[in-house]
Nanobody
Framework: VQLVESGGGLVRPGGSLRLSCLASGFTFSTSAMSWARQAPGKELEWVSGISVGGSTYYADSMKGRFTISRDNAKNTVYLQMNSLKAEDTAVYYC??????????????WGRGTQVTVSS
């Protein structure tokens, strides 16, 4: 199993970024996927999830700003992040979500991509 995130970087408050996660080594189309993040000195925080059927779910603080999507033909899950705030600064990970509730348990996750929101 391999998950490779990309698309992070430095962005100003109010800006946007689109993260991508390329998956391999497992059947992506039949796997629920999530994005999670970890800010310095804080615990891992679930951000968003997308089901096999394409239903999407978000943590409350991300609703209306973040959009998760998937392209099964490309084995890729995306996270479009708009109206970014300084508190969104974190390492963002994509993961195979295997829990009974979103963010409860991850089967595998990537190495992450750094997102820094600063003026």
């Amino acid at each position: 199993v391999q998950l490779v995130e990309s698309g992070g970087g430095l962005v100003r408050p109010g800006g946007s970024l689109r993260l991508s996660c390329l998956a391999s080594g497992f059947t992506f189309s039949t796997s629920a996927m999530s994005w999670a993040r970890q800010a310095p000195g804080k615990e891992l925080e679930w951000v968003s999830g997308i089901s096999v059927g394409g239903s999407t779910y978000y943590a409350d603080s991300m609703k209306g700003r973040f959009t998760i999507s998937r392209d099964n033909a490309k084995n890729t899950v995306y996270l479009q992040m708009n109206s970014l705030k300084a508190e969104d600064t974190a390492v963002y990970y994509c993961a195979i979500d295997i829990g009974s509730t979103w963010g409860e348990s991850f089967g595998s996750w990537g190495r992450g991509t750094q997102v820094t929101v600063s003026s």
